[in-house]
């Protein structure tokens, strides 16, 4: 049986903890607004860019002359890499764990079709986790922090662009936790590169007729629309990857606040339950030591 030493340091400990986690709980929901910020802040930038790729491969794809982009070109697949979004820091939940095993699952698919499946991990925690499974791993990218630009992005942007354009990989996925709720984040995988532009006509689906118009209108590109293609392509792949690197932080940091929120709630608990035992084993011992001077005084 636990000594009453023994509890008080159990209930100090505890104490200590959930402090810790309800400071980090505080920490992740003041890092996450900011994360949603910057993520709402770039998403007028990203729906134009969206637009004006439509307008273009609609404009292009007209021209029997001209041929596709490189990015834009589809061929067999016979080898693809898949960029997996995982985190630097534990503490999370589940948001790795669901990670790891949807990139097993799309290793197993891809053996499944006879097909080479490499693996590119961002975050320091996608290696650990998979350091023993049956994937390889050609890159890692990490300590990309929780405010980044587009420069801290550029390197994965790079290379997908260029493992694509030389042939190493047919095909470029992506696998990041996809933000729905603060109790819900949803391993999502979708396919970066060849890119499918938007058709101009969805674009448009949820604007007014003054607007449906002026999209309409055929636009004159300078200095032309194949090389203004070519410059925007790269730009729009920077976009997404940057994107999907705010949607995986807002995921991190919105399942950390609720495991620390959780972890907060058990320890109090927890300590409630330790505070009625240590209360109990002082009666406990209280009514001993009355026992035995009770007792001592009888035989005296």
Known sequence: ????????????????????????????????????????????????????????TGQIGGDED????????????????VIVFTTDRGLCGALNSNLVRRTLQLAQEAQAQGRELDIVTIGRKGPQR??????QIVSQFHDIGYQPTLDDTADIARFAIESYLDRTYDEVRFLYPRF????????TDYTLLPIAP???????????????????????????????????????????????ILESLASELG?????????????????????LTYNKARQA????????????????
């Not at 009453?4 to 100090?12: A, H, K, N, S």
């Not at 770039?42 to 637009?51: C, D, G, L, S, V």
């Not at 001209?66 to 890499?81: D, G, K, M, N, T």
């Not at 729905?180 to 391993?187: E, F, G, I, N, Y």
Request: glycine share 2%; net charge positive; proline share 6%.
């Open 1 to 56: 049986m636990a000594t009453l030493r023994d509890i008080r340091r159990r209930i100090r400990s505890i104490g200590n903890t959930s402090q810790i986690t309800r400071a980090m709980e505080l920490v992740a929901a003041s890092r996450m607004r900011r994360a949603q910020q910057q993520l709402a802040a770039t998403r007028p930038y990203a729906e134009k860019i969206r637009e004006l790729l439509a307008g273009l």
């Open 66 to 81: 001209s041929a596709p982009h490189p990015l834009l070109e589809q061929r067999p697949i016979q080898r693809s890499v």
């Open 130 to 135: 998979l350091r023993n499974e049956p994937v």
């Open 180 to 187: 729905v709720s603060m109790l819900r984040q949803d391993p």
């Open 198 to 244: 938007p058709p101009a006509e969805t674009a448009a689906a949820d604007d007014g007729a003054a607007e449906r118009s002026r999209r309409d209108i055929a636009l004159i590109y300078e200095p032309s629309a194949p090389e203004v293609l070519a410059q925007l392509l790269p730009r729009y792949v920077g976009v997404v990857v940057y994107e999907t």
């Open 255 to 275: 399942a950390r606040m609720v495991a620390m929120r959780n972890a907060t709630d058990n320890a109090t608990e927890l300590l409630r339950d330790l505070q």
């Open 285 to 300: 011992a209280i009514t001993r030591e009355m026992i035995d001077v009770t007792s001592g005084m009888l035989t005296a």
